[in-house]
């Protein structure tokens, strides 16, 4: 009797290893061909890292890295690159940023705001939408910035710096000889501002620490490779966003039910809050179910995303005007004489909204702060089609466009490198001669809502800080770079002695 047997044997591991070996050089060939393809003739590195491309570039040393690709941009006015299996595009020239935003539509770009910003912010975000579903949440937003609305704010921003340039200068006081670094002491001001402003009396002592610490929780998240996995900072930021916007959201019911006995508006959602309330109860009475962005948690995402566009833009801003104040004090000295003629800090009295537009050369600093260091120095875009940029450059579907506002503000300018708040002034109005290159704000459907609120707080800022502090930097080498936080900031965090005034 004859008997068979079936024997099985497992492969050694050198056996395998030239199979895997010739897997992964296959792997490594198509990714690199996928982005040659991709690339054609555009200026840009010619090898990328399979998978990573240069994301460890981007997050070691974002600075360098975009200026890497600006340095490839000159030529051709746009350069490309690959990070974490994205392909993007980087544009240089003003005219080809204006291109993007002139072109957010579903047939072209979605502003994005963050690379990976819909997996941080939700799919709410005002920055998503298109054509009428835009252009009716705008409409909503508008009550949030008429004059009234903005000298409501006004009087808040004012109380809070002044209380927090108190608790700075018993700072300096207590450490005269020890330098001071002023980007947290700016962005805890800026996130206590944003907190009373957006949802003033909606807010627990308890509840406010609890938010500044999931808030900054979210911040670090921002900067964080996109590893959506628990222990990864990414995730957390993603928790810490839900719990922000829960808090929102019950801000917003609050808001609802005074507003609906026709109390005096307090705060941001309070304004938002008195028109909504009607229309909810017009489509009531008709049997018509609520309109489109009206639900208290779609409310409370929106009211997360102002808080975040305003928190650490205006954090930057802040920052650098400090240390363009302490490095040219003659424009200081411009800003003290000007201010001094309609407010001193101890009249008891808040600058009136007529008085800050009376501040000609303060507001002509701030113009020239947010040229000089732009805070939002990319703009986001996913090319949601094939776009053609240039006669012989077509940026490929899916990729990401980061027209670069910083680079658009340092051309065109007279002197540009110069710090030079004359430039805004009557004589000669470079806002106006140049107003293309001045994309701070953005341009288009898509541009920033909030942007007299932004200017607003700055030009407050200036003038009581200059009229309330002493300021003199501690100076360190490179202590001016820029580094990304994630809107970019001095590489010291604006480290200086401060004393009252």
């Keep these: 009797m004859m008997t068979s047997s079936l024997s099985f044997s497992i492969p050694s591991f050198s056996t395998i290893i030239p199979y895997l070996i010739s897997f992964f050089a296959i792997i ?12 054609r003739s555009a200026s840009g590195p010619g090898f990328v890292l ?15 890295f975009w200026e890497v690709q600006s340095d490839y941009a000159l030529r051709s006015g746009f350069s490309v690159n690959y990070l974490l299996g994205v392909f993007v595009v980087f544009i240089r020239d003003t005219e080809l940023s204006h291109l993007i ?27 998503y939408l298109f054509g009428d579903d835009h252009k009716d949440l705008r409409r909503r937003i508008a009550p949030n910035f008429t004059p009234k609305a903005l000298s409501s704010y006004s009087s808040l921003q004012q109380k809070i710096m002044l209380k927090h340039f108190k608790k700075w200068a018993v700072i300096g006081a207590e450490n005269p000889k020890k330098p001071i670094v002023l980007r947290l002491l700016v962005r805890d001001m800026n996130l206590e501002t944003s907190q009373m402003v957006f949802v003033g009396p909606y807010l627990t002592q308890k509840t406010r620490e609890s938010f500044m610490t999931d808030y900054n ?13 628990p222990g990864f900072a990414f995730r957390r930021a993603k928790v810490a966003h839900g719990r922000l916007v829960e808090t929102l959201t019950e801000c917003t019911t609050q808001s609802k039910i005074r507003m609906r006995k026709n109390e005096e508006p307090l705060c941001m959602v309070d304004f938002w809050m008195q028109e909504t309330i009607q229309e909810i109860s017009a489509a009531e009475s008709a049997g018509k179910p609520a309109p ?105 579907k899916g990729s990401i466009v980061f027209p670069s506002v910083y680079e658009s503000s340092f051309q065109g300018f007279t002197e540009p490198e110069r710090f030079d708040p004359e430039r805004f ?9 140049f107003k293309r290159n001045f994309l701070v704000f953005g341009t288009g459907a898509h541009q920033c809502i909030g942007q007299r609120y932004a200017l607003n707080h700055l030009v407050l800022f200036i003038a009581m800080f200059s009229m309330t502090i002493d300021f003199q930097r501690h100076r360190t080498d490179g202590c001016d770079d820029i580094v990304y936080n994630p809107t970019i900031c001095p590489k010291d965090g604006c480290t200086g002695f401060l004393s009252g005034r």
């Design 425 to 433: 002034m009557k004589e000669r109005q470079e806002d106006q001669v």
């Design 217 to 229: 929780e979210f911040n670090n998240g921002t900067l964080a490779f996109p590893i959506d996995l």
């Design 50 to 64: 399979p998978f990573l491309g240069n994301a460890i570039s981007v997050v070691k040393n974002p600075t360098k």
């Design 28 to 39: 490594i060939f198509l990714d690199q061909l996928s982005y040659l393809i991709k690339k």
């Design 292 to 396: 489109p962005h009206t639900s208290d948690n779609e409310i409370g995402t929106h009211l997360f995303d102002f808080l975040f566009a305003a928190q650490d833009a205006s954090t930057s801003s802040l920052l650098w005007a400090i240390t363009q104040l302490e490095s040219h004090p003659d424009v200081l000295s411009k800003v003290r004489e000007e201010v001094s003629a309609v407010w001193s800090p101890d009249s008891g009295e808040i600058i009136t909204p007529e008085q800050i537009k009376d501040m000609i050369y303060t507001q002509a600093v701030a113009r020239e702060v947010l040229r000089y260091r732009t805070p939002a120095t990319l703009v986001p875009h996913e090319a949601l089609k094939d776009f053609q940029l240039t006669d012989t450059y077509k940026i490929p």
């Design 101 to 127: 935003f002139a072109n957010v539509r579903p047939d072209a770009f979605m502003c994005t705001g963050h690379p990976f910003g819909k997996k941080l912010f939700g799919e709410h975000n005002l920055i």
